[in-house]
């Protein structure tokens, strides 16, 4: 039988193959997704408390629970828990590059009517609720990039970086993270924000680069959202004359300057 593991991942106790954990970690996306989904279907003074006592479930289950050595070795290297310590400002430059970016891609997609007119959505009806922004803002930029970046970026990229290299499993993560959210209208906003995560996380050696990107990326939605929640802002940009045209470049730059700032440090 052909080895596939690294001389380096033996040593840290791990012994399944790449693929197999890659295919697992999906699984667990899928099911951590569907239990904090739940807090949107309750009302808002329940799904408060639900939403923050599972994020402190899920971060016992990743930090907090005793294990042997070796599982604990093999668990640091599969999610890449550094810490991102004097990377840190560069992350947060390129965390706002890539809301520049995806702001103008919103514009780009708006123009060309690849996005529906703003409609009142479940998380919208939440929203609108007392206590119903807390939730979202939780959520939002806490509880998804979290769990969806030790997910897709930690669990499910590093175990295919490892068999295909690192371009070819930011692409898949970045897919695989666009594709389940199933969201059409969202893809390519959503792939945007999964190779930059993608090629934060391996080029910081951090997961926690990913997750600030993610985190900051949300939080710009949110903050969008509480000033416009009809979305008339984009309507008027995207209906602008040339808009289409002048914010493609804005976009590009933002991607660029993204990808620029991470390979600072």
């Known amino acids: 039988m052909i080895d596939i593991l690294p001389a380096s991942l ?13 295919a697992a970690a999906l699984v667990r996306i899928q099911v951590w997704a569907f239990i904090a989904s739940l807090a949107l279907r309750l009302p808002p003074r329940w799904g408060l408390p639900y939403l923050v006592a599972t994020t402190g479930v899920f971060v016992w289950t990743c930090f907090g629970v005793r294990e042997p050595t070796a599982a604990r070795r093999r668990r640091l290297a599969v999610l890449r828990l ?4 004097r990377a840190l400002p560069w992350a947060i430059l390129a965390a706002l590059a890539t809301v520049v970016a995806h702001a103008a891609l919103l514009v780009v997609q708006r123009s060309l009517g690849w996005l529906p007119p703003p409609a009142a959505g479940r998380l919208d009806a939440v929203a609108r609720q007392p206590l119903g922004f807390a939730v979202a803002l939780l959520g939002a930029t806490v509880w998804a990039p979290l769990m969806e970046e030790l997910g897709f970026r930690g669990a499910l990229q590093r175990p295919l970086e490892w ?20 969201d059409p209208w969202g893809l390519p906003g959503r792939l945007l924000t999964g190779f930059v995560s993608g090629y934060a996380a391996w080029r910081m050696r951090s997961v926690w680069a990913a997750v600030l990107v993610h985190a900051v990326g949300n939080g710009a939605v949110m903050a969008w ?7 008339q802002w984009l309507v008027t940009a995207a209906s602008a004359p040339h808009a289409g045209l002048l914010a493609l470049p804005a976009c590009l730059g933002g991607i660029t300057g993204a990808v620029w700032f991470l390979g600072r440090c």
């Open 163 to 182: 068999r295909w290299g690192a371009g070819a499993a930011i692409a898949v993560s970045a897919i695989a993270f666009a594709v389940l959210h199933l």
């Open 225 to 231: 959202y509480a000033v416009d929640r009809d979305g």
């Open 82 to 85: 550094r810490p991102l310590g």
């Open 10 to 22: 033996r040593s840290a106790g791990i012994s399944r193959p790449p693929l197999v954990t890659a």
